[in-house]
C-alpha cells in the first residue's frame, strides 16, 4: 500500500460518508471565510500573492495528477489533453486569476458548476483520505469553485443575462466538438460516451445515447437557475 498507489488503499470512499462531508465542510468553510473577509482581503497589499498562492496549490495538484495518472496507465490523452468540463474550467480559472477577465469569469461562472457536481458526486472510485488521490481530486474542484466565489465576493463581478446566453452558445458546440473527439479516440470526456463509473444524477435520464440529451437540458436548465440569484442582485431597485 502507498500513498502514490494505482489502487485503493485501505481507507475506502463512499458518497457522503464521513470522510465526504468533512471535506465537503472544509470547502464551504474556505468559501465562507472568504466572503467574511472579502473587504480585507481586496485592501490587502498582499491579495495578488495570496491569490496565486493558492493558484500554485491547484496547478501542482492538476500537474501531479498528470503525472501520477499518465504511470497508471491512463494514457496521453486522458490525462493531459483532457476535455472534461472541469478540466477546461480549471484553465479558465488559472487564467482568470492572472488576467482578470470579466468576460472568461462570466463563462467560468456557469462552467464551474460542473465542478460543483463533481464536489457532490464525486468520481474518484474508492479513494480514501489515505490516498493522494482523494486530496488532489477535492482540491482542484474545491478551487475552481473558490474561484468563482472570491471574483464575486472580492472582486465584484456580476453576471448579466447575455453571460448566461453566451455560456449555453459556447457548451453545446464545444460538446458536440467534444463528442466527436470521445468517438475518435474512444475516450469518454463530459461523459457523453458513457456514464459514471459512481452513482450520479444522470443515472436517471435513461440509457446512452438517450441521457445525452437530457443532460443538454438539464446543463441548460441548472445554468439558468444559476442565473435567477443576479435578477435580484442586479436589480436597480435593491439597497446596497
Not at 92 to 113: D, E, G, P, Q, R
Request: hydrophobic share 55%; proline share 5%; with cysteine.
Amino acid at each position: 500500500m502507498s500513498f502514490f498507489s494505482i489502487t485503493p488503499n485501505m481507507l475506502s470512499f463512499s458518497a457522503y460518508d464521513r470522510y465526504h462531508l468533512i471535506v465537503l465542510t472544509v470547502i464551504f468553510i474556505a468559501f465562507l471565510l472568504t466572503i467574511i473577509f472579502r473587504k480585507k482581503l481586496k485592501n490587502w497589499k498582499s491579495e495578488k500573492i495570496f491569490k496565486m498562492s493558492i493558484t500554485s496549490i491547484a496547478i501542482l495538484a492538476e500537474v501531479s495528477y498528470k503525472v501520477w495518472a499518465s504511470l497508471a496507465g491512463e494514457g496521453v490523452l486522458r490525462t493531459i489533453f483532457s476535455l472534461d468540463l472541469c478540466s477546461i474550467s480549471l484553465w479558465m480559472a488559472w487564467i482568470l486569476m492572472f488576467t482578470n477577465n470579466k468576460k472568461l469569469f462570466s463563462v467560468l461562472y456557469f462552467f464551474s458548476f460542473g465542478a460543483l457536481s463533481a464536489l457532490l458526486f464525486p468520481d474518484i472510485v474508492e479513494f480514501g483520505p489515505d490516498h493522494y488521490r482523494f486530496y488532489q481530486f477535492f482540491i482542484v474542484h474545491g478551487y475552481i469553485m473558490w474561484s468563482v466565489v472570491y471574483y464575486i465576493a472580492v472582486y465584484g463581478y456580476k453576471i448579466k443575462f447575455y453571460d448566461y446566453i453566451r455560456s449555453v452558445i459556447i457548451l453545446i458546440p464545444g460538446g458536440i466538438f467534444v463528442f466527436i473527439i470521445d468517438l475518435i479516440f474512444k475516450v469518454n470526456f463530459m461523459f457523453l460516451r458513457a456514464k459514471p463509473p459512481t452513482s450520479s444524477p444522470i443515472d436517471l435520464l435513461g440509457p446512452w445515447p438517450t441521457y445525452i440529451f437530457g443532460l443538454v437540458i438539464v446543463v441548460i436548465v441548472i445554468f439558468f437557475i444559476a442565473y435567477l440569484p443576479w435578477i435580484f442582485i442586479n436589480s436597480p431597485n435593491k439597497k446596497n
